[in-house]
């Protein structure tokens, strides 16, 4: 399978816990999104990088909020102090000048 | 400050008609516009996308309608089937970085 993967698939944590999630990118795709979906809702942009470079973020994202991809490849995105709500749909994207392929997400629940 | 918005939380459709799923926007900037369809526990998946310069394409079952002038698009799928079932989200975006904004979806359903 060469689609966008996502690790973990769910995630339940305690409020004021650190979380960090994954995302393999499409290997030949140089840009990277990521989204937040939450119930009855479209997914909401959070931040994107072309390569290694992290070149937007949305005001979504607060400082509680940390995205990095060293090397151009996998990224990862860290939300530290975890509130109640934090929990939503996390979803990675990738594409190279075509549309996003989305992964299937991590479902992060905060208790 | 929704800048697309897809009215219609909602769709059934019998099989073998067509459904029309309805989008309007109101960021003018907007020049490429996509349908993304999400089954549950899935992420979406991209279906068909249209450019600003263009006002229909189409793709087999699938065809999207732009209309700039009224900042509207529609997808029409016909004739619809029972696995176009899913809930259907209205994407836009300008500039290189192509980050989407998204409508809140409609869940088509087609009944047997």
């Known amino acids: 399978d060469t689609g966008v993967s996502q690790n973990p698939r769910h995630k339940i944590t305690k409020r004021g816990q650190n979380v960090t999630f994954r995302c393999d990118p499409i290997?030949?795709?140089?840009?990277l999104y990521w989204y937040r979906q939450t119930l009855g809702q479209g997914p909401e942009f959070l931040t994107y990088?072309?390569?290694?470079?992290?070149?937007?973020k949305s005001r979504l994202l607060s400082d509680r909020f940390s995205a990095e991809r060293p090397k151009g490849s996998f990224s990862t995105l860290e939300i530290q102090r975890t509130e109640q709500g934090d929990s939503a749909m996390y979803l990675c994207a990738s594409s190279s000048n075509s549309p996003l392929h989305f992964g299937n997400g991590t479902r992060l629940t905060v208790t | 400050d929704q800048q697309v918005k897809q009215n219609s939380p909602s769709l059934s459709v019998q099989e073998g008609r067509i459904s029309i799923l309805n989008c309007d926007y109101t960021n003018s900037m907007f020049d490429y516009f996509l349908w993304y369809k999400k089954y549950p526990a899935e992420g979406p998946t991209f279906l068909i996308s249209i450019s600003s310069i263009k006002d229909k394409n189409e793709d087999g079952r699938f065809t999207v309608f732009l209309n700039k002038s009224a900042k509207h698009l529609s997808l029409h799928i016909v004739p619809s089937q029972p696995g176009d079932s899913a809930v259907y989200f209205c994407?836009?975006?300008?500039?290189?970085?192509?980050?989407?904004?998204f409508g809140s979806g409609t869940q088509l359903t087609v009944l047997p």
């Open positions: 290997s030949e795709h140089n840009r």
């Open positions: 994407a836009a975006s300008f500039g290189s970085a192509r980050q989407l904004t």
């Open positions: 990088f072309q390569n290694e470079a992290q070149l937007e």
